[in-house]
């Protein structure tokens, strides 16, 4: 709206400056206000909330609530109406164009668009990882974070993965090692039998399940109520790439954990040294080695006792002293090096 007022009150009369609404409030309880009290917020009359008053030029009286109110009301039905012939007119270029493309250059009906499917909601994540199970035939690649696997959670894939077991299809698993201390584990993979092969790192990457190689899920969000579908050659090749890797990196379930050659420090603890060197918060190393922040901050205490740091910065120190302030390296057993003599 045109008016000296508006470059220093840029807002509308549904929301009005703390100075304005002051004012504007004043003239509708007193029936008017003088003209100076306005001079500050000349908004007001830019915007027609106040006008002179016929008797007394020296007087602003307010515009009635009920006149603003159908004003907003107007002006927001344009705005939408406005909106509506602006989607309208982009919704018929799009099919316009569109039909263009077809006719120039045909598409068979599963092409690019299927490659990256959003999946909204766990019944729709279900349902597509069940169909993408059943057309599995030869491997399951999956990657678990987070520590102590609950039983619920195991009993959830539970279905799947026996009817992937009688059909022959190989299954690996990648864990956290907080994870070797879980029952429900356990009693899976030996319900499973040599089908599944598991093996454990300190951490690992976010939810990964691979089918066949050609398809994989992803969690499209933190809390996993969505997640993507992939299809596309290039990146199910490079997860499994992501995911290789990692194998040859963690440690079999059924091996110890490699000592960290520093008495009293367990592997653990040695983890916890390296993310802490790396400036990590106690709740963000929580959550990278699946433990609960409780626990993570346990293990610091014990391990500033053993280091004799009286501080966390002192800590930082010893740390970096002590070698700690690295990865600790987990290292398959040379009778299982990988892939290539796995048993499942």
């Known amino acids: 709206m045109a008016g000296h007022g508006t470059d220093e009150h840029p807002h509308g009369a549904d929301r009005l400056c703390e100075a304005g609404d002051r004012v504007y409030s004043r003239a509708v309880r007193r029936g008017r206000v003088p003209r ?3 001079e500050p917020v000349p908004c007001l009359l830019d915007l027609a909330l106040l006008h002179p008053d016929p ?21 927001v039905h344009d705005e939408v109406s406005a909106g509506q012939r602006r989607v309208g007119s982009a919704v018929a270029a799009v099919e316009r164009y569109a039909s263009l493309g077809r006719r120039a250059h045909p598409v068979p009906a599963a092409a690019e ?26 491997e399951v690649l999956t990657v678990q974070p987070g520590g102590i696997r609950r039983e619920d959670e195991l009993a959830e ?19 956290t090692h907080v994870a070797r ?26 939810r990964l399940i691979l089918f066949d190689r050609t398809v994989a899920f992803v969690p499209a969000n933190a809390d996993r109520t969505m997640a993507l579908e992939l299809r596309h050659p290039a ?22 954990l490699p000592d960290t050659g520093i008495e009293g420090i367990s592997h653990r603890e040695r983890s916890i040294a390296a993310l802490l060197a790396e400036g990590h918060q106690d709740a963000v190393i929580a959550e990278r080695l699946g433990i609960s922040v409780r626990t993570c901050r346990a293990h610091i205490a014990r391990l500033s006792e053993t280091l004799g740091a ?6 930082g120190v010893r740390i970096a002293q002590a070698g700690l302030d690295s990865p600790p390296h987990s290292v398959a057993s040379p009778g299982l090096p990988g892939r290539e003599s796995r048993t499942a």
């Open 157 to 175: 894939g539970l279905d799947r993965a026996l009817s992937l077991r009688g059909r022959g299809v190989r299954m690996r698993n990648l864990y």
């Open 55 to 75: 008797d007394d030029m020296d007087w602003l009286v307010p515009t009635s609530p009920q006149e603003v109110m159908t004003r907003l009301l107007r002006e």
């Open 181 to 206: 201390h879980g029952q429900g584990l356990l009693t899976y993979l030996e319900l499973m039998g040599d089908v599944v092969e598991a093996r454990t790192l300190d951490e690992v990457t976010d």
């Open 113 to 138: 668009g299927a490659a990256i499917r959003v999946l909204d909601g766990l019944a729709r994540i279900r349902s597509a990882m069940d169909e993408a199970s059943q057309a599995c035939t030869t």
């Open 235 to 256: 990146l199910v090749a490079y997860l499994a790439t992501v995911f290789e890797r990692l194998w040859r990196l963690a440690v079999p379930l059924s091996a110890p």
């Open 310 to 315: 009286a501080s966390r910065t002192q800590l």
């Open 36 to 38: 100076r009290d306005a």
